[in-house]
């Protein structure tokens, strides 16, 4: 349900932009009395739907091919990512719970194994993050040849 609610904000902050982007093209040609309205593409429409940005353009700068290998290497590094995650999660974390679990239930136990735990956690933000923003994002920006990224070189 988390990825759901994530994903709705993802469509309603996208929709906002497209809204936002059109609205005042569109009064403004009726507002001018043009014989022509600028209503973009479904096509266009649909490709900003994927790219990975909130920003709504009618085009985006486009690498001229697609690099596979980039790809893989990307995606290679999410599923990395998500079994160390597994790895941290079971290694660190679980034991710590399990040995709480055992004993009587004192204050200072539960201090100690949140303390213990927070490390661990963090680490696994990191490559949550590292998976998602870094890695999964740009292997679907390279897939639609998104050029924005490379804005820095």
């Known amino acids: 349900s988390d990825i759901l609610s994530v994903l709705q904000v993802r469509l309603v902050?996208?929709?906002?932009?497209?809204?936002?982007?059109?609205?005042?093209?569109?009064?403004s040609s009726v507002k001018d009395k043009s014989s022509t309205v600028p209503i973009p593409r479904i096509s266009q429409y649909l490709y900003f739907l994927f790219a990975p940005t909130l920003i709504y353009r009618d085009n985006y700068p486009r690498n001229p091919t697609i690099r596979w290998g980039y790809v893989a290497t990307k995606f290679a590094q999410v599923l990395g990512s998500l079994f160390y995650a597994y790895y941290i999660f079971v290694r660190l974390c679980i034991p710590q719970f399990r040995n709480s679990s055992q004993e009587t239930f004192n204050l200072r136990g539960?201090?100690?194994?949140?303390?213990?735990?927070?490390?661990?956690?963090?680490?696994?933000?990191f490559l949550v993050f590292f998976a998602f923003l870094h890695c999964w994002l740009n292997a679907f920006a390279e897939m639609l040849r998104f050029a924005d990224r490379m804005f820095y070189k």
């Open 110 to 125: 539960l201090v100690l194994c949140i303390f213990n735990s927070i490390l661990p956690g963090v680490l696994i933000l």
């Open 13 to 27: 902050m996208k929709a906002h932009s497209f809204v936002r982007e059109n609205v005042p093209r569109v009064l």
